[in-house]
């Protein structure tokens, strides 16, 4: 099994021949309907793939190589498992968003904290294509108390600096990453989107320290 999250974009091809690779290596054969549902749902995240593959086995008694090939999948939902793999993240998310909210050390204008206002605050089809620098500073600018007063160097410096707080807060695999030469903000880790889809989003507004500004 493998634990880490990562962090690539995984082709819907490449996820399949993870569960072709899976299903020769058990001598079992996943439903059509089950391959379908997950790799329209696992938000291309290889993780996410295995994790419910393998939560599929152990919910059909599958746990070592079988003689005769079996049938997996029939029966099972698929959603409900994605949802169960996901949440078992929850303290690792949570984890990233209080100790990236305290950024590198206190400061006045709280960017890294400010950082995580659009996040978790943007439809998650929106958070799937990464938010642009001009998204961030608007959704930012209007809630912060500095308002139009936060000027650019304020918020690139953050931006750039968003990789390397998580590296320093020993937050692995990292959850957001800035394309300096796109000026866009990703969400690296695809695990945390389908999270953040299952979460209230005032209690994380709360969590980060952003309820009450």
Known sequence: RIFGINADKWSRDELMEVITAGEALLNIQFTDEFKKVLLDH???????VQEV??????????????????????????????????NEQTGRYNSFIVQFAAGFQETDLKMPMWLL???LTAPTKQLEGGLSYR???DSIRAK????????????????QSAASLQVKKEIKPIVLD?????????????GFLIWLENQNR????????????
């Open 42 to 48: 696992c938000l291309d995240s290889v993780f996410i």
């Open 53 to 86: 593959c393998y939560q599929a086995c152990r919910a059909s008694g599958v746990h070592a190589t079988g003689v005769k090939q079996i049938e997996v999948g029939d029966g099972l939902d698929v959603l409900k498992l994605i949802r169960d793999v996901v």
């Open 117 to 119: 206002y659009p996040i």
């Open 135 to 137: 998204e961030l500073r």
């Open 144 to 159: 912060h108390p500095a308002g139009m007063g936060l000027n650019r160097g304020n918020l690139t410096q953050a931006l």
């Open 178 to 190: 800035y394309d300096q030469t796109n000026l866009r903000l990703h969400v690296v880790d695809r």
């Open 202 to 213: 005032d209690d994380l507004l709360d969590l980060a320290g952003l309820s009450a500004e």
